[in-house]
């Protein structure tokens, strides 16, 4: 085993580089939801919630195991956590090529995301002890725009091409991919590795009403993205726009993701991490109604790319904050956690309302989703308003 002295540090080229793939194989759903809903409706002819149900799992996985390790995090060696977990994550979407039924597919799906999440975890929580959380979240950030970029606009047509299997064949190389970098290039911790790990009171130490704040309005930033994109792909096809159209669409999409995390890093010291959650989420409400409801392929094109473009720029600055607001490393590590729990149901739920209501019900839900969100975040602005007079007034005293 490698010794952690000898492991680069975060900010290295090659443990940035090793962070950036980590974080794509981690957040692949971010990026996959659309294609994979819509490869299991199209290609496994599952009706929509059945489709939802099985991305659901692997974020149900997901969520519980990052619930698990992120209290856990400095007791353990991140990089033989991230490792194992991603290649699990790998053999499990191996597992899953040529298999078509839901009784196979949903335990499989199951497995893969105790096991990404596990890795994930680990990965975010090792970005949070680095010197500059919030620059680094941006890279990684960065990378997952690029991905997106490739995987949006050449897995329709290889899907196309090759069939659903196709799918599973990529998540598994994506995943593998992810192993792989760990294994040679995972970072150690930076600067708050010595006074952390060595620290036993900042492990035990109660999360602030800050942070739950926070995390509340990121599990639900998560969810009502996951919720609107999951079936972004069929709202075009049902609307007619045809293959090509919603192809181009979701490439738009990808493009627009490479600019919202570099833009939220150049922008950290001139916009406050809390202005920023507290008002741009609610353009997840205005697009997903517009999502659901155009029949204008230009406002449908746009309104997923400024989805997009909403979750990552407020998710950038979240992340950012959180390790301030917690500089253990826990609250970061839990990232998986809050994006998955929300993104998790929103498959399912968003399915289960196209079933019985239809495509406008997603948009009405979402509504609802970002008013809470909301109000969460402003409710974190105002406890860390109120911790910082009580620090005013010790120091006084």
Request: charged fraction near 10%; charge should be positive.
């Amino acid at each position: 085993m490698q010794k952690a002295n000898n492991l680069p540090v975060i900010e290295s080229a090659r443990g940035i580089a090793a962070l950036m793939v980590s974080h794509c194989a981690g957040m692949l759903d971010l990026v996959a939801l659309p294609l994979w809903v819509g490869t299991l409706v199209a290609h496994y002819r599952f009706n929509p919630q059945q489709a939802g149900m099985l991305p659901t799992l692997f974020l149900i996985g997901a969520s519980l195991s990052s619930m698990f390790f992120a209290s856990r995090f400095n007791r353990l060696n991140a990089k033989w956590a991230a490792v194992p977990g991603f290649a699990a994550a790998a053999l499990a979407f191996t597992l899953c090529i040529g298999q078509t039924t839901m009784t196979v597919l949903a335990p499989l799906h199951f497995a893969g995301g105790l096991a990404a999440g596990t890795a994930l975890s680990f990965t975010h929580g090792t970005i949070g002890h680095a010197r500059n959380p919030h620059r680094v979240f941006a890279w990684a950030g960065l990378a997952i725009g690029i991905f997106g970029i490739v995987f949006l606009g050449g897995t329709p047509g290889i899907l196309a091409r090759f069939g659903g299997t196709a799918l599973f064949i990529i998540f598994a190389g994506v995943m593998g991919a992810a192993a792989l970098a760990g294994l040679l290039f995972f970072p150690r911790p930076s600067w708050h590795d010595a006074k952390d790990r060595h620290s036993p009171c900042a492990q035990v130490q109660p999360l602030s009403r800050a942070v739950w704040y926070s995390i509340v309005g990121i599990a639900l930033l998560a969810m009502t993205q996951a919720m609107t994109l999951s079936f972004y792909e069929r709202i075009g096809m049902a609307r007619g726009f045809g293959r090509e159209q919603v192809t181009l669409a979701l490439v738009i999409y990808g493009i627009v993701t490479l600019f919202p995390a570099p833009l939220a890093g150049l922008l950290e010291k001139r916009i406050k991490a809390t202005t920023v959650i507290s008002i741009v989420p609610t353009m997840q409400a205005v697009c997903a109604m517009i999502a659901t409801h155009t029949w204008s392929y230009p406002l449908y094109a746009a309104s997923g790319a400024l989805m997009a473009f909403t979750i990552l720029f407020t998710h950038t600055y979240a992340f950012g904050l959180l390790a301030k607001l917690d500089t253990t490393g826990r609250a970061v590590a839990a990232t998986p956690a809050m994006l998955m729990v929300g993104a998790a149901i929103a498959p399912f739920v968003g399915g289960t309302l196209v079933r019985f209501i239809g495509f406008g019900a997603i948009g009405y839900t979402a509504i609802v989703l970002v008013a809470i969100e909301l109000l969460m975040f402003n409710l974190t602005r105002r406890a860390m308003q109120g911790e910082s007079a009580v620090k005013q007034a010790q120091a006084v005293i």
